[in-house]
């Protein structure tokens, strides 16, 4: 096996993971998001709410981290939206005050 070639992460793994050490950011770490896991160890599962939002979260981060072609094209299609909506104009409109004369 290459140095480049690893074995995909498991979803059912990264449950495991997230039930039993979840809070401590063990299933972050598996799936090598490593800034994240280090904030989720130091905020205990950011008190707890993000250690239960997490659970929706993992087959994402298990699509990222595994590079899955399909996962990938659909995020670089939504940055490529985002970017889009934050280039147009606000629907604030600002009025400078001018005192007559």
């Known amino acids: 096996m290459e140095v480049n070639e690893r074995k995909p992460k498991s979803v059912i793994l990264a449950y495991v993971y997230w039930l ?9 770490f598996y799936l090598e998001r490593d800034a994240h896991a280090f904030l989720t160890w130091s905020t205990l599962g950011g008190y707890g709410l993000g250690w239960l939002a997490d659970i929706t979260k993992i087959p994402r981060y298990v ?13 670089s299609e939504r940055m490529r939206r985002d970017a ?7 629907n604030m409109n600002l009025q400078v005050y001018r005192r007559p004369g």
């Open 20 to 28: 039993f050490g979840g809070i401590f950011g063990f299933h972050l």
């Open 63 to 75: 699509r990222d981290c595994n590079n899955d072609p399909k996962f990938l094209g659909e995020l």
């Open 84 to 90: 889009k909506s934050s280039e147009r104009p606000s």
